[in-house]
């Protein structure tokens, strides 16, 4: 005969059954709905720009069948199973000495942080010339291509928005006609002549939420990030500036922020999370960051993650300064309130 546990047991099972055939789940039996704080399945994790460089010639050489058209190799964290991060993706891309990739564009907005090489993007008309270190936006739903003119390999790092925007099912993708080469519709680096010197034209109203300025030079980065070190003495714990729309001050792009920081050799940053996600890519220097007691090291153009809600500070090693360029997804935050920080 069965005990009264057991029967409450089968009546429950019988219950919890009844529950899923109306494909519905008990808000009891959900984990993690009342958690204290964020937990993320992303793992921390450096991608060396020394490996995968390897892996981008191979597929220069294999024959792909036509699928390697667009050279690009994108950085999935081992707590996923696509993504760097639950809402971006990023990764190397190549383009060889005379190569180009046709123009296309799509709902997903892109940064480009050039690592070697030069070369240009164009878009929306628009040549904007790439050299180590620059920073260019291709902003959601603009036409863009890559050329390479030159006699150098191109590489840069792509960031991508890809998983928050497929998340949303929001994700629209279109070739130019042909997927030929775009038209050049205006001068060569005219959004750096109208808006990249600081000063911006008195009857330019600020139309789209993405910034009007295509590129932002590593030079003029990298003269600031000094200039702001002499102002403030060489700070213990390094500087930091923000890449910003020149007509709002907001973030470049609705969805990713973009910053830079400067590191002398043999200081830290302090420890710090955020519900932010963050891509980091060594644009100087070499040194290791510490995340949740883990030291992860790296060196110029390699990047790597740190999840949302998690612990990390960074060390800067060798004989001269770091410089590290991040993005992360705190726009898709701070509107509803959701953006948070503690520094210890």
Not at 91 to 103: D, F, H, K
Not at 155 to 172: E, I, S, T
């Amino acid at each position: 005969m069965a005990t009264s546990t057991e029967k409450r047991g089968a009546l429950a099972e019988s219950y919890y059954e009844r529950v899923r055939e109306a494909h519905l789940v008990a808000l009891w039996r959900v984990p993690e709905t009342d958690a204290p704080e964020p937990a993320p399945a992303e793992s921390p994790h450096v991608w060396r720009y020394d490996e995968l460089i390897g892996l981008l010639k191979e597929a220069c050489a294999l024959d792909l069948g036509g699928e390697s058209d667009r050279r690009a190799l994108n950085a999935v964290n081992p707590g996923r199973l696509w993504g760097t991060t639950q809402s971006m993706v990023a990764g190397y891309q190549m383009v060889l000495p005379g190569e180009s990739a046709p123009a296309h564009r799509h709902t997903p907005a892109a940064i480009r942080l050039m690592l070697s090489g030069r070369g240009y993007t164009v878009v929306e008309g628009e040549a904007v010339f790439m050299e180590p270190g620059d920073l260019v936006l291709t902003p959601g739903w603009t036409w863009h291509d890559h050329r390479n003119d030159g006699d150098e390999t191109m590489v840069w790092l792509d960031g991508l928005d890809v998983p928050f925007v497929r998340g949303m099912n929001a994700q629209f993708y279109e070739d130019f006609e042909g997927k030929q080469l775009q038209p050049k519709l205006v001068p060569d680096n005219a959004s750096v002549s109208r808006f990249g010197s600081g000063v911006v034209p008195s009857d330019e109203p600020a139309v789209t939420r993405h910034s009007p300025l295509t590129k932002y030079p590593y030079g003029s980065t990298l003269a600031s990030l000094r200039r702001l070190r002499e102002v403030k003495g060489d700070p213990e714990h390094g500087v930091s500036i923000d890449f910003v729309h020149p007509l709002t001050g907001g973030p470049v792009l609705p969805t990713m922020a973009c910053a830079m920081q400067l590191l002398p050799p043999g200081r830290a940053t302090q420890a710090r999370r955020h519900t932010s996600s963050t891509v980091f890519c060594v644009t100087q220097g070499e040194g290791y960051t510490v995340v949740n007691g883990e030291r992860m090291d790296w060196k110029h153009k390699d990047f790597f993650v740190v999840p949302s809600w998690t612990w990390y500070e960074h060390h800067a090693t060798g004989t001269e300064d770091v410089t590290l360029f991040s993005m992360s997804d705190r726009p898709l935050l701070e509107p509803f309130g959701l953006y948070r920080e503690q520094v210890r």
